[in-house]
């Protein structure tokens, strides 16, 4: 626990402007990140009398071990930034809204030649519509259902509308007239565009001129005697109305606003939105939060506005916005809404009518997705810490271990050797600090030897952090945690970047040393000070090795290599599901019903997974390799030029130089270089379908990206 008056800066250091400040802890990682109207007065507050600060503060400050700041010119770019920083950084103390659940909405993909009308949830992609969200799927194809009578868009997926562009048939919904059939050209990609808009501006909440259109149409067909049309039109406005009924007016005149509801207690809070367009309510949501930072309503509020707009621009975010408390810098807040949407954005409490009753039904749906939150959370706290406390019990652990890691090797007949690191946290999963590795100090089948080196790789970056920040001492034993290793930058992050990549947590630029090669006194990595999350920087109390005694002893003894003594290590076998220990003739055995077996297994089963999607990526990429790619000067298009005059690498290895040479574009040279090339290469191993045995020939090319 640090003494906040240990980094508290100096009297007049502080400047008194606006701006956003940030905490560290000793690790250098940011843990909180906060702005103010006056950097002076609000950092003030962090240093006074601990007795006096709320227990969330007194965490806060006790656990950092520096303060920083950066000034800005107005409180809109300071609320900017905020959102900016809290978003990277991911500090542990600020209030982070989670989705109670995945919420899907209406997306149509006018981004697409014939745009198409699909359920879609996560993140919003460029180019598509969104209306929504909705509380449940079945209540979007409900109402598209009844839409397509009207507006017959595209539904299908792409592979079904090839086929049917292929076989010239429509699928169903074009039989039956819910959908144009662009597929087969009923209709033009304009005409089809067209209904797509019309589409998307009903459901915007331009209703009433539509139907009234259909209205007239339908008298008028009825006048010239076109009484099928005239009925037919008739169920259009039928059906129009079904759907309109689907969202009742709550909001007699026709706002376009969204309403905001926050329930709180002592440890939580549930935030809930309702999104009214028209007058309707056209979508819904909730947001839930720990309280880790002492905040009020007015907080919260802001906090979620920024989690709401943070992303979204234009006519996402709506006119009016109606809250239950107005945030510190209600002015600040309003221009940061109004500069997304690009133009004024009302930000205001409602006071009387309709807009405060409907916010009284947001708020009792914040109140009950509260209570609903706060009993599934007891129960999954409940055997989160039953499944950790019996992992101590049995390992014979001092406590319980709240950071596990665990390892996993894959690979095929010893070909794309890979390993995965996975991390779970308070029995939750950590993707963002997920690790691949590539085996790289030795080529074959050995996973007792592959487990060595990772495991080395993984505690002897730590050890390099340490001796940075000038914890580590020689006092306490091991090799010296700088010195080179060969193969020790061979991590790749969870998106499959390979080492030295610019971006790369490992290696901060393209060209830099890796990890583990930096000449002497270089540091490990620069990101470090901007307070991003480091690899291997936080040691686990725990490590899962997916294996028996060989690769359990393997990781104890790159433990022991390294002097670290103060984590556990274990493994956990496939076969019987037993935990074996380091020096340990028999295994321990958990009993099936076991939380914490149950974890184990999940934690295992993740890095299997991780592990051998990266596997399959490589072994995909060396497949699509070809000898040709070490040609110098051989472009894409010569080669792809080769290739299809000569049918497949195969047929190109048999040709002679001037049969190469016949190839427009590709020189005696060239041809030479070719043929040399292919020489060198020896022929790869027949390719085989690992579900049927069979072997498949390689006449059929090679393929190129």
Not at 85 to 105: A, M, T
Not at 280 to 309: C, F, I, M, N, P
Not at 329 to 339: G, I, K, M, N, R
Not at 512 to 524: F, I, K, M, R, S
């Amino acid at each position: 626990m640090a003494d906040p008056s240990s980094y508290r800066p100096k009297p007049g250091q502080i400047p008194d402007s606006p701006g956003v400040y940030k905490f560290r802890d000793d690790h250098r990682r940011v843990i909180y990140v906060g702005k103010a109207k006056s950097l002076r007065q609000r950092l003030a507050n962090y240093f006074q009398d601990l007795a006096g600060l709320h227990p969330r503060t007194r965490s806060m400050v006790t656990t950092a071990a520096s303060v920083e700041w950066t000034v800005v010119s107005t409180e809109v770019e300071a609320l900017q930034l905020e959102y900016s920083w809290i978003k990277e950084f991911d500090p542990r103390f600020n209030v982070k809204y989670r989705d109670d659940k995945s919420y899907p909405s209406l997306a149509v993909t006018l981004n697409e030649e014939f745009p198409r009308v699909q359920v879609m949830r996560g993140a919003k992609k460029k180019g598509v519509r969104y209306f929504g969200p909705y509380a449940h799927a079945w209540a979007i194809r409900e109402t598209v259902d009844l839409m397509l009578r009207v507006f017959p868009v595209r539904t299908c997926s792409a592979g079904v509308f090839k086929n049917a562009e292929r076989t010239g048939r429509p699928c169903l919904l074009g039989y039956i007239g819910k959908c144009s059939a662009p597929c087969v050209g009923r209709v033009t990609p304009e005409e089809h565009r067209e209904l797509a808009e019309e589409f998307c501006d009903f459901m915007a909440g331009r209703t009433g001129a539509y139907i009234r259109r259909l209205e007239k149409r339908m008298t008028e067909a009825a006048e010239d005697m076109e009484y099928e049309r005239a009925a037919r039109l008739r169920d259009d406005i039928g059906a129009l109305r079904r759907a309109m009924e689907k969202n009742a007016v709550v909001l007699a005149d026709a706002t376009d606003a969204d309403l905001i509801a926050v329930a709180e207690d002592e440890l939580e809070a549930a935030v809930q939105i309702f999104h009214v367009r028209g007058g309707r309510v056209r979508g819904q949501r909730g947001w839930v939060t720990d309280k880790v930072e002492a905040v009020e309503t007015s907080g919260l509020v802001e906090h979620a506005l920024q989690q709401l707009y943070g992303e979204e621009s234009g006519d996402a975010v709506p006119k009016e916005v109606l809250v239950p408390a107005l945030p510190e810098e209600t002015d600040a807040v309003a221009q940061w809404l109004s500069d997304r949407r690009g133009s004024q954005v009302s930000l205001r409490i409602p006071q009387r009518g309709d807009k405060k009753d409907l916010m009284e039904t947001v708020g009792r749906n914040a109140r009950q997705a509260l209570v609903l939150h706060k009993t599934k959370r007891a129960s999954d706290l409940t055997t989160r810490s039953r499944a950790l406390e019996e992992i101590a019990e049995a390992l014979g652990l001092d406590s319980a271990p709240l950071r596990i890691e665990c390892f996993d090797i894959s690979h095929l007949q010893g070909q794309d050797v890979v390993a995965s690191m996975v991390v779970f946290e308070d029995g939750l999963s950590r993707k963002s600090e997920y690790r691949r590795f590539q085996i790289k100090t030795f080529e074959g089948q050995d996973d007792v030897r592959s487990m060595h080196e990772v495991i080395s790789r993984r505690f002897r970056r730590y050890l390099q952090e340490k001796e940075r920040t000038g914890e580590w001492t020689e006092a306490q034993g091991g090799p010296e945690p700088a010195g080179a290793e060969a193969g020790a930058g061979g991590g790749t992050d969870p998106t499959g970047q390979p080492p030295g990549a610019a971006g790369s947590a490992d290696h901060p630029a393209a060209g830099a040393a890796p990890a583990g090669l930096q000449a002497p006194g270089e540091p490990v990595s620069p990101l470090d000070d901007d307070g991003r999350p480091k690899r291997f920087a936080y040691p686990p109390q725990l490590v899962v090795v997916d294996g028996g005694q060989p690769q359990v002893a393997a990781a104890r003894r790159a433990l022991d290599e390294l002097g670290i003594d103060d984590v556990a290590v274990c493994g956990l076998a496939k076969r019987l599901e037993e935990v074996w220990l380091p020096e340990e003739d028999d295994p321990v055995v958990l009993p099936r019903s076991s939380e914490g077996l149950y974890l184990l297994q999940r934690v295992r089963d993740e890095a299997h997974r991780f592990a051998i999607t990266y596997q399959r990526a490589k072994r995909a990429k060396r497949v699509r390799t070809s000898p040709l790619d070490d040609v110098t000067g051989l472009g894409e298009t010569r080669k792809q030029a080769l290739i299809k005059h000569f049918g497949s690498v195969k047929r190109l290895r048999q040709a002679t130089i001037d049969q190469i040479c016949e190839v427009p574009g590709v020189g005696r040279k060239t041809a030479e270089s070719v043929a040399l090339a292919l020489a060198r290469a020896a022929p790869a191993a027949p390719a085989v379908n690992t579900a049927t045995g069979e072997i498949m020939e390689d006449d059929g090319g090679t393929t190129h990206d």
